[in-house]
């Protein structure tokens, strides 16, 4: 009986304000939020009240036979809980529902694994705190950020005791064989890997309002069709997209909340077919093979690498001048100071500096609420630099309460 799987990842940045070079020294409170709050508003109303509105009426529908899973960052739920608790308490009626599975990942959606394994773990554990409070849940299954994936990040997250992780299904490292069964690293078998069918999540997520698309459009029946012939070369269907595809990206009058609506009973409707969540596909079915990844992987852009935010020397440079950073910050043991520079790890604000062209640039720049990549980059390094100056400030009082301090 093959099983689909639905995970939706919910994540919003906390954006920096204009800040130019002569606030350094004298501003130190880098974030917009007006725009932080307006966005969430916008988002709220578009997508993720209607939208989980729609699948508590799917639960309710199918008798708990339709389940999904979400991965919130810990700053998408920070702000919801300053300025829409309302949308957070809706997320915690999707868990009472029981058919609703809360994923782990890095708080603050970063590419800590790749320069501090340190703050990795702190980010996954406070994560996992955050999860527990707001839903009562302890995350068995890890999505790290943007599904950035090779074997040593899945060898590492197995020892802190995961038993599954979410990944993009790339096509080269499969080869002969298809995203639709369960993988798991070379010579690990204490974790298995749930690979994105990105065909059939971007059919949805990107080109479900393509008028030019040789199958618009896409109703429900058609992509249950679609998913129905899976049956007999594959155990799981994983539909992996952003949850601001339903209403934000994809807008309410693309018809996208009616597919929404019926493509669960259109898929239910074949009596081999049922939804899983991934903590449950990993119980339900055995690992058909290795799936080796030596090299680093995400789901964005053509290229499925991660160009998107370490594409080019701006992206570099702000990556690892932050990260240069993390010995003073958390010696100052200062949490808000902390917290202030573990926002600044945000991949969003890397993304922005991305200067690629054509289809994935039209995406970036989609996202960005800056004029070009470079005022991104100055932006964030005017703020980099005036945490700097905090840094350093920190450091003389320090000092000066030693000088001061009797024997």
């Known amino acids: 009986m093959p099983s689909v799987c639905f995970y939706f990842q919910v994540h919003q940045p906390f954006r920096l304000k204009h800040y130019d070079c002569f606030k350094i020294g004298h501003d130190h409170f880098y974030e917009d939020e007006k725009s932080n709050k307006e966005i969430l508003d916008r988002v709220s109303r578009k997508c993720y009240l209607p939208s989980n509105y729609t699948m508590l009426s799917l639960i309710d529908k199918h008798q708990g036979d339709f389940k999904i899973a979400y991965s919130l960052s810990g700053t998408v739920i920070e702000q919801m809980e300053k300025y829409r608790p309302d949308v957070l308490r809706s997320f915690q009626a999707l868990t ?132 129905h012939q899976v049956a007999g070369n594959g155990e799981t269907i994983n539909l992996f997209m952003d949850y601001e595809t339903f209403g934000e990206h994809q807008w309410p009058e693309t018809g996208i909340f009616d597919f929404l609506a019926h493509a669960p009973s259109q898929i239910l409707a074949h009596p081999d077919f ?107 390094m005017n703020v980099v630099t005036d945490l700097e100056h905090v840094l350093e400030m920190e450091e003389e009082k320090t000092e000066k309460l030693s000088i001061q301090s009797p024997m």
């Open 96 to 227: 009472e529902t029981g058919c609703v599975e809360f994923l782990s990942e890095t708080y603050y959606h970063s590419l800590s694994f790749l320069y501090s394994k340190n703050e990795f773990v702190r980010q996954v554990k406070k994560h996992r705190e955050k999860i527990k409070e707001h839903f009562n849940q302890e995350p068995t299954v890890f999505r790290n950020t943007e599904l950035i994936y090779n074997n040593e990040i899945a060898n590492f997250i197995s020892i802190q005791g995961y038993k599954g992780i979410i990944c993009e299904g790339v096509d080269h490292l499969l080869g002969y064989r298809n995203s639709n069964f369960i993988y798991h690293p070379p010579q690990n078998q204490n974790i298995k890997c749930l690979l994105k069918n990105y065909k059939l999540s971007d059919d949805i997520a990107f080109r479900f309002s393509n008028k030019g698309w040789d199958e618009w459009p896409l109703t429900a029946p058609k992509f249950a069709n679609w998913v």
């Open 274 to 380: 049922d939804f899983k969540t991934p903590s449950e596909v990993i119980k339900k079915y055995e690992a058909r093979g290795e799936y080796d990844a030596p090299n680093l992987t995400s789901w964005a852009d053509i290229e499925r690498d991660l160009s998107a935010w370490l594409g080019n020397s701006l992206q570099h440079d702000a990556m690892e001048r932050i990260y240069a950073l993390e010995k003073k910050v958390k010696e100052t043991q200062d949490q808000n100071l902390i917290d202030c520079w573990a926002k600044l790890l945000t991949s969003d604000h890397f993304y922005y500096m991305c200067t690629k062209y054509w289809n994935d640039g039209d995406v970036h720049k989609y996202f960005s609420h800056y004029n070009s990549p470079h005022d991104a980059y100055i932006n964030f």
